[in-house]
Nanobody, 114 residues
Framework: VQLQASGGGLVQAGGSLRLSCAAS????????MGWYRQAPGKQRDLVAT???????NYADSVKGRFTISRDNANNTVYLQMNSLKPEDTAVYYC?????????WGQGTQVTVSS
């Protein structure tokens, strides 16, 4: 499974960004897809995940501001990020779960200026 993420960038606080992640390769039986983030000097943390059936899960810090969605026909997951805060600054990684194994994308930088 290969994951290609895009959409990061620099935005002012209060702004919005949309991340995309396309899965390719042996994508049969991918269940959960999602986004994690890692700020400098910190561990990688869950942001949001979504199952193939559309059930989503969010970190408390992003609830009400971020929305995860998924296009199963195109094997793509999206993360709409609104009301961004400086503390959202991190490298965002796309992930896909298949048979309890996680596959990771290359990461995309999101920087929110105050």
């Amino acid at each position: 499974v290969q994951l290609q993420a895009s959409g990061g960038g620099l935005v002012q606080a209060g702004g919005s960004l949309r991340l995309s992640c396309a899965a390719s390769g042996n994508i049969f039986s991918i269940d959960r897809m999602g986004w994690y983030r890692q700020a400098p000097g910190k561990q990688r943390d869950l942001v949001a995940t979504i199952t193939i059936g559309g059930a989503s899960n969010y970190a408390d810090s992003v609830k009400g501001r971020f929305t995860i969605s998924r296009d199963n026909a195109n094997n793509t997951v999206y993360l709409q990020m609104n009301s961004l805060k400086p503390e959202d600054t991190a490298v965002y990684y796309c992930a896909a779960e298949k048979y309890l194994l996680y596959y990771w994308g290359q990461g995309t930088q999101v920087t929110v200026s105050s």
